[in-house]
Nanobody, 124 residues
């Protein structure tokens, strides 16, 4: 299994970024895909997830209404569109796969597979 994130960078507050996660090495429809983030000195936080069965989406309260997750099955890719970015969104963002059969697993951090992460920096 391989997960490769891209799209991070530095933006000013109020700006937007679109992260991508390309997945390979397993059946893309077999598992949900989640996005997490970790800021320096803080615990890893679940941000969003999309179910592989019915494309139901989940968001943490901190990003609801600003971030949107979607998927392109033909490209085995999941995107995270991030709008109205705030300095507190600054973190390394990871995509990850939950245990098979557990959906988005409540966005708990005990996911099975992780990408290498992409840095997002929001300046004020």
């Amino acid at each position: 299994v391989q997960l490769v994130e891209s799209g991070g960078g530095e933006v000013q507050a109020g700006g937007s970024l679109r992260l991508a996660c390309v997945a390979s090495g397993y059946g893309f429809d077999d598992r949900a895909i989640g996005w997490f983030r970790q800021a320096p000195g803080k615990k890893r936080e679940g941000v969003s997830c999309i179910s592989s069965l019915n494309y139901q989406t989940y968001y943490s309260d901190s990003v609801k209404g600003r971030f949107t997750i979607d998927t392109d099955k033909g490209k085995n890719t999941v995107y995270l569109q991030m709008n109205s970015l705030k300095p507190e969104d600054t973190a390394v963002y990871y995509c990850a796969l939950p245990p098979r059969g557990y959906g988005c697993y409540g966005l708990r951090p005990e996911y099975d597979y992780w990408g290498q992460g992409t840095q997002v920096t929001v300046s004020s």
